[in-house]
């Protein structure tokens, strides 16, 4: 049983799926999502004790062993990657908002759970899986299933916005499935590993080369690389709010892992960055992205809206981590990927419990709300100097190491910038602080039950425990880091 | 008990003291008593681990480790003893003044306001015994944060527009500036230990040393170096008793500690001489100086002036910081208690009369010596402390500055404290001789004080006249300013403790 469980990780959800629409009452689904998620996250942690101890495990799918076969690959990356995931479900799925800001019809509510348990599947598949194929597959269960979420919410513009994401979405799969392909063909393996044994002598072939760039740009539509990022900003806002925390916490962190493994472990950081110079074209991208995704969400006048051109600035510092290529770079790009999972998930949690209060997610909504709901607006303030990078919060830990990493690799100007960058989030961090607490209230409103507040503040609160005691998270992230560089510990 | 527990109960006695008067706020008595019992055990165990400094032993402690090779660490020397006996010292007055202004006043949110007071202290004692770089941005963003609602107190417009600036200014000095030359110590060190002597000998050299110190100085927003020193009267909304404890000891005080710890403990004042990188901060310090004391004598609200009063100070300690001369060093630490008793007193007074007579402007204060004859003696008290004359502590503090000045053969700004001085009287004591010897424009003994204070009309002569602010208020202003005479006498232990930093 146990070495099965590299595998079962992702086939527990997959099959608990259609579950939910035997289960068909609201209450029993809730449940099931919920032991579901917790589940995977047990299997998960397991999971990554054992590759920290025993290093990668590998899993032949059906007895058929790799290259021919489809392997299942855990090493310290997408061990952390799982342990993610599977924890920002099991923090939303049970949460009290995870149906507010729906339009679900009487008794269709299974559906939604249904598709949520895709979409984990989906974003568990792709991160466990040691084949490309294998990957676009689980890319297109991720993102069928986030269609449908996206398109529950409460508003009509739901409906466009699913679609626009569903364009761009299609394209990216295309583009990483025209990709795999070109590879393919001269290679004749989908095996990353293969991959990676056979492609050095052949990387000078064109189409290998068009086969990186597709992947590249695939890889970076779904990541929402900026200028690539268009269908973000509108998919997080019209989706139901717990669905945005979901997605905002756990699906761009897989496309960057994905990317990640794709330079790191596939073409070698060697090609990509000394021959190719990716660098020199993802930096200024990615210092675009923090820029112009604050300065953004300075004029924003809906939370779901602001918080998701912050996210397309975060996904600038990410990505920024990835292209220093050092080891610094990477455990501060990774470590991110785990603090900004916390700190997105816990707000846009925090914005359903104002949706579920007020009905309206507009920055004005949370006018005066301080002390009415004074947990949830904590939760928004603490979310909010974690996104700054206030020391004591987890993104500081983050920026830290990314400002050394940039330092590490002479890139002084750099470090200017992601400091300098970081000073916007004060402008719309606080321009949601002076709302909640000088503002007149709107609304005549109470605080949330515990049921919501409590999911919230788990994850706010680990922000905070994240940013004083790190070993797991910087421990397993520079772990994470080494094994994409191939270094031996 | 042994001196890391006392540390330990110094720095969580603060911790726990906002969380009982949260805990308390429908009780408006057992609130206060919290806050007096916290403070009062605050400083004594303060006073506890002092003996044990001055026996010259260091007391160190190690939290958690954050990053790699940098926990949370503390260690006291004598210099972050001397912060946090000045912090969890005046805190007391202040309390009680606190107490007396608020109730006065019949203030909104005052458990807000003592929660967060109470948080403030917690981060400034933080910064006082931080053993590390890292430990000490970590506290000194915890006091930026704890203090903003105290500022924006009133929640008016007024307040919020304050509240930016004074958010603005602080957040991007210690951002933009300080944290990238705490990244940039550790990127060339590994290490960001505070060390006897320096750690950043042998590590940086030429310019570089000089641009560093300059993200320090500036970085450290709090010590109000020009141009960065708008928040401070912006920050001048909040109720007087954060003015005179933030804004004249714990906040601005914080600011000027970092400089003179990352001087003496990260760059080494030998290795400053000799690279000659502090020489620009001398001239930059000089001139916030002199000008803030220029542009004080143009402010007619009385604690606008005092702001500019306190900016102009702050730029003593940086000089002597920038100095880099033991007499410097031992001056600019010894203006710390100095000003700050000094100040508070001059704070306390201002926030006095503002109780007493709602009036803010100087020249409304005509005459108003007559009526409250304590406040206004203790503001001369405060204000010759300020001046630097005998027989008050400010005296000392500038004679050991003026005699780094000469050590650092720099006699240009043995001249240029000389001046500030002299600009010092002219925005000072102008205040004194209108409050004793000009009558009051409107002929009517009360004013708009309302039920704050007591009128007795009918008694002839001196008493007859005196209409002072709640005995509360009034009782910590003349305490102050008893203490900068007492200062004056103490400074033989506070050269002792100093006496006990290791320099090189």
Partial sequence: MSEHLSALIVVLPLLAAPVCLLLRQTRMVRAWTSIVAWACLCMALTLLERVHTGGVITYAMGGWDPPLGIEYRLDALNAYLLVIVTAIASVVFPSGVILTDTSLPEGKAHLYFAALLLCLAGLLGITSTGDLFNVFVFVEITSLSSYTLISLGKNRQALTAAFSYLVMGTIGGTFLLVGIGFLYQVTGTLNMNDLALRLPELLGSRTILAGFAFLMVGGSIKLAVFPLHQWLPNAYTHAPAAVSAFIAATATKVSYYLLARIIFTVFGAAFVFDALHLHWLLMPLAIAAMFAGSLAAVFQTDLKRLLAYSSIAQIGYMTLGLCMASETGLTGGIVHLFNHALMKGGLFLAVACVVMRTGSSSVNAISGLGRKMPLTMAAIVVGGLSLIGVPGTAGFISKWYLVVGALERGWYAVSVLILLSSLIAVVYVWRLVETAFFGVPEHEVCEVPWTSWLPTWILIGATLVFGIWTDVTVGGASAAARALLGVTP | ?504
């Avoid at chain 2, 003291?17 to 206060?32: I, Q």
């Avoid at chain 2, 044990?52 to 190690?62: I, N, T």
């Avoid at chain 2, 981060?123 to 931080?130: P, Q, S, V, Y």
């Avoid at chain 2, 005998?390 to 053969?409: D, Q, R, T, V, Y």
Wanted: neutral net charge; hydrophobic residues 55%; contains cysteine.
């Fill in chain 2, 1 to 504: 008990m042994s001196p890391e527990s006392l540390l330990l109960w110094a720095l969580c006695l603060p911790l726990a003291g906002a969380l009982g008067v949260s805990l308390c706020g429908r009780w408006p008595n057992v609130r206060e008593a919290v806050t007096i019992i916290t403070t009062l055990s605050t400083f004594s165990c303060v006073l506890g681990i002092l003996q044990f400094v001055l026996a010259g032993q260091v007391v160190e402690l190690e939290v958690v480790e954050v990053l790699a090779g940098l926990p949370i660490a503390f260690r006291l020397e004598p210099l972050g003893m001397l912060y946090a006996l000045v912090a969890s010292g005046l805190w007391i007055p202040t309390a009680v003044y606190g107490i007396g202004y608020m109730r006065g006043h019949g203030e909104q949110n005052q458990t807000r306001f003592f929660a967060c007071f109470a948080l403030a202290i917690f981060a400034a004692l933080g910064i006082a015994f931080a053993g590390n770089l890292l430990t000490l941005f970590l506290f000194y963003e915890l006091l930026t944060f704890s203090t903003y609602p105290l500022v924006t107190h009133y929640g008016n417009d007024e307040a919020r527009k304050a509240g930016r600036v004074y958010l603005g200014n602080l957040i991007f000095t210690s951002v933009a500036f300080l944290l990238l030359a705490v990244v940039t110590t550790w990127w060339m060190t590994g290490t960001l230990d505070f060390r006897p002597g320096g750690i950043l000998a042998g590590k940086a050299e030429g310019p570089m040393v000089a641009v560093l110190l300059g993200l320090f100085a500036f970085g450290a927003g709090k010590a109000a170096l020009m141009p960065f020193h708008r928040w401070l009267p912006a920050a001048m909304v909040a109720p007087t008793p954060v003015s005179a404890l933030l804004h004249a000891v714990a906040i601005v005080k914080a600011g000027v500690f970092t400089v003179l710890k990352v001087v003496v403990y990260i760059f080494g004042i030998d290795f400053l001489t000799e690279q000659g990188a502090s020489l620009w901060l001398m001239y930059a310090a000089a001139f916030t100086l002199l000008s803030a004391s220029v542009i004080a004598l143009t402010k007619t609200n009385l604690k606008a002036r005092l702001a500019y009063s306190t900016i102009s100070q702050l730029a003593y300690i940086v000089l002597g910081a920038a100095l880099a001369t033991t007499a410097g060093v031992t001056g600019a630490a010894l203006h710390i208690p100095m000003h700050a008793m000094g100040k508070i007193t001059l704070f306390f007074c201002a926030g006095a009369i503002y109780v007493a007579t709602h009036k803010k402007d100087i020249r409304e204060m005509d005459g108003i010596g007559r009526r409250m004859p304590f406040t206004m003696g203790a503001f001369l008290v405060g204000s010759l402390s300020i001046i630097g004359l005998p027989p008050m502590g400010g005296a000392w503090s500038k004679w050991f500055l003026a005699m780094g000045a000469a050590e650092a053969h720099m006699p240009i700004f043995i001249g240029v404290l000389m001046l500030s001085s002299l600009l010092s009287i002219g925005y000072l004591m102008p205040i004194v001789a209108r409050a004793f010897f000009c009558k009051a424009a409107d002929a009517e003994p009360e004013a708009a004080s309302g039920d704050a204070t007591e009128s007795h009309p009918e008694k002839p002569g001196f008493w007859g006249a005196v209409n002072e602010a709640p005995a509360l208020c009034v009782i910590p202003l003349c305490a102050t300013a008893l203490g900068t005479v007492a200062l004056f006498f103490c400074v033989p232990f506070f050269k002792g403790l100093l006496d006990l930093m290791v320099l090189r």
